[in-house]
């Protein structure tokens, strides 16, 4: 990947160890400037510690992390756990971490749908009402960056895509850089303009859009692809095993996935003009 | 007229309350009401300590409190064991040099019973300014550091993926307590020094609609508490430490029968007379 002056953050070959394996291993990853990066992955594929290297949360045990001097990021973990004795209001939650002004902590969360919710305790919001005043917060601040965990957990269909076309908004307006997580192998947004695809390691990584705008894509997906949903089909054909050796499809076990990529040219070597799904059965 | 002695110890009891409400909160909020306790038992050591080496007390117990934190944080990257574990092992160890350095020092006539259960009492001017001049500087601290400390509670992630340095905020955190502790030693001795931590929080959280307003309603409990201990102990003759204490948990208790319950005994009395 090309590193140049509106890159905000870079992992070179970053991976963390711990209690006595990798979690994630030889990611390489740059988001820029107004750009959407969206990491999918299955469950334990190392997403969220991707995410967490990439903005100085935890510190890669290999490989190197860099974040642009000074840059103003939002984040929004997966879980908040906020203890039932400390008492907040969504008005006080708006400025956690930095002085927010009024106005833009009521327009960010007018636009999130939560404005009714700026009186409320925090403690007594729902899964999704909760995520609505997490995105407001992260949107208040006026960052150069916003991480995203899995943000459409607890947010029933019609505001998932609320959620996600949101995002594509925010984007535009701020002209900011977007980290997205999602387990979600199927449906990923249509403004990402890059996937990486992640399972201890990259799998690979490509434009969704091109995979959106194809005959294969539109033959499957004809009638969602008009909603402002891409979806992005992925098939893994190799699972990683406890022990850390790999099964093919085939059932063959192997030290490590490089053989299951076959004939294929290594995967992180894979050109933007990634336009077919991803099924590297080789 | 009330006695000289009984001014001072209120003076002494007000200046440990308006530092302890606050920072009581955290505790409260971080779940960190085990490590009060273990603070205070190294409080013991600090003062055997002090009586071997003979320095002031309130700076040996400080030492002490502040050796046990940096220990428990170099022992939970270190060693496989939960916190609560740690903490007792820390606390049990502390307590237990504590006494056995004491009973070595056969030259030494230490009134235990003071130092566990406090002699607010026999606070001195010197106490007082001690007291007042600590708890001035865990309130400034408190104060220009609150928004990281906060932001560090709420969530160690976002407070550091935005830049506000939350081990920092943990490591303010512990040198408070460890000030606080020391400072307050006194008042209540030993045993109870975690109660003015967490009665005044746990009694304000019901009252509260903010973090800060919280902290301040902790404070203005600590002192009513204070007041309502030392008051009690003149009118029934009973030791003033522990009477603050039992002061705290009468108030707890009126303040924790939720409203409901109240109108329940109304409504069931209603029931009765129709009947």
């Given amino acids: 990947m090309i590193q140049?002056?509106?890159?905000?953050?870079?992992?070179?070959?970053?991976?963390?160890?711990?209690?006595?394996?990798?979690?994630?291993?030889?990611?390489?990853?740059?988001?820029n400037s107004g750009e959407i990066l969206t990491l999918i992955g299955p469950n334990g594929s190392g997403k969220s510690t991707t995410a967490k290297m990439a903005i100085g949360v935890s510190k890669p045990d290999e490989g190197t992390a860099h974040k642009r001097q000074g840059l103003k990021i939002s984040y929004l973990p997966q879980r908040i756990f906020i203890d039932w004795t400390l008492p907040i209001?969504?008005?006080?939650?708006?400025?956690?971490?930095?002085?927010?002004?009024?106005?833009?902590?009521?327009?960010?969360?007018?636009?999130?749908?939560?404005?009714?919710l700026a009186k409320s305790d925090v403690r007594t919001l729902s899964g999704g009402e909760f995520q609505r005043v997490l995105m407001a917060r992260a949107i208040a601040r006026k960052p150069e960056l916003i991480v995203l965990d899995e943000p459409v957990q607890g947010v029933d269909f019609n505001g998932e895509i609320e959620i996600y076309e949101l995002i594509r908004n925010i984007r535009d307006e701020l002209k900011c850089g977007v980290l997205l997580i999602s387990h979600d192998?199927?449906?990923?947004?249509?403004?990402?303009?890059?996937?990486?695809?992640?399972?201890?390691?990259?799998?690979?990584?490509?434009?969704?859009?091109?995979?959106?705008?194809?005959?294969?894509?539109?033959?499957?997906?004809?009638?969602?692809?008009?909603?402002?949903?891409?979806?992005?089909q992925h098939r893994h054909d190799h699972e990683h095993l406890t022990d850390g050796t790999v099964q093919s499809k085939d059932g063959t076990i192997d030290d490590d996935c490089s053989s299951d990529h076959g004939n294929q040219p290594h995967i992180y070597k894979h050109s933007f003009e990634y336009n077919r799904t991803d099924n590297h059965d080789g | 007229m009330m006695d000289d002695f009984f001014i001072r110890a209120l003076i002494a009891g007000t200046g440990v309350a308006l530092v302890a409400g606050?920072?009581?909160?955290?505790?409260?909020?971080?779940?960190?009401?085990?490590f009060g306790d273990t603070l205070s038992c190294a409080a013991l050591l600090g003062v055997a300590l002090a009586l071997l080496f003979e320095i002031n007390t309130t700076l040996a117990v400080f030492s002490v409190s502040v050796f046990i934190s940096m220990a428990l944080l170099l022992l939970q990257r270190r060693v496989n064991l939960s916190s609560d574990a740690l903490l007792g092992l820390l606390a049990h160890?502390?307590?237990?040099?504590?006494?056995?350095?004491?009973?070595?020092?056969?030259?030494?006539?230490?009134?235990?019973?003071?130092?566990?259960?406090?002699?607010?009492?026999a606070v001195t001017p010197f106490d007082i300014a001690i007291i007042w001049g600590g708890?001035?500087?865990?309130?400034?601290?408190?104060?220009?550091?609150?928004?990281?400390?906060?932001?560090?509670?709420?969530?160690?992630?976002?407070?550091?993926?935005?830049?506000?340095?939350?081990?920092?905020?943990?490591?303010?955190?512990?040198?408070?307590?460890?000030?606080?502790?020391?400072?307050?030693?006194?008042?209540?001795?030993?045993?109870?020094?975690?109660?003015?931590?967490?009665?005044?929080?746990?009694?304000?959280?019901?009252?509260?609609?903010?973090?800060?307003?919280?902290?301040?309603?902790?404070?203005?409990?600590g002192i009513l508490v204070v007041f309502g201990g030392m008051f009690g102990s003149l009118h029934w003759d009973t030791p003033s430490g522990p009477s603050i204490v039992v002061a705290a948990s009468v108030f707890f208790i009126i303040t924790a029968i939720p409203a409901t319950s109240f109108q329940m005994i109304k409504n069931s009395s209603i029931e009765k007379n129709d009947t």
């Avoid at chain 2, 708890?135 to 928004?147: K, T, Y």
């Fill in chain 1, 89 to 116: 209001k969504v008005n006080r939650f708006m400025n956690l971490t930095g002085q927010v002004r009024r106005k833009e902590a009521d327009e960010a969360l007018s636009l999130t749908g939560a404005i009714h």
């Fill in chain 1, 185 to 232: 192998l199927h449906v990923v947004m249509a403004a990402t303009d890059r996937v990486i695809c992640l399972n201890g390691h990259v799998c690979c990584y490509g434009t969704p859009m091109s995979v959106a705008n194809s005959k294969e894509y539109k033959v499957l997906f004809g009638a969602r692809a008009v909603s402002g949903l891409a979806l992005y």
């Fill in chain 2, 135 to 221: 708890g001035a500087f865990v309130l400034i601290v408190l104060v220009i550091s609150w928004h990281s400390l906060f932001a560090a509670t709420v969530n160690v992630e976002i407070a550091q993926a935005e830049g506000m340095r939350p081990e920092q905020a943990n490591i303010v955190l512990m040198l408070l307590m460890a000030v606080v502790i020391a400072i307050s030693m006194k008042i209540v001795g030993v045993l109870l020094i975690t109660s003015m931590l967490i009665f005044p929080a746990a009694i304000a959280r019901r009252f509260a609609t903010g973090p800060e307003h919280m902290a301040v309603l902790a404070a203005i409990v």
């Fill in chain 2, 22 to 34: 606050p920072l009581g909160c955290y505790v409260v909020w971080r779940r960190l009401a085990y």
């Fill in chain 2, 93 to 121: 160890s502390a307590l237990a040099i504590g006494m056995v350095a004491l009973s070595f020092m056969t030259w030494v006539r230490v009134d235990l019973m003071g130092f566990l259960f406090g002699d607010i009492l």
């Fill in chain 1, 4 to 31: 140049n002056n509106s890159s905000l953050i870079t992992l070179k070959n970053a991976g963390l160890f711990r209690s006595g394996r990798w979690l994630v291993r030889g990611v390489n990853l740059t988001v």
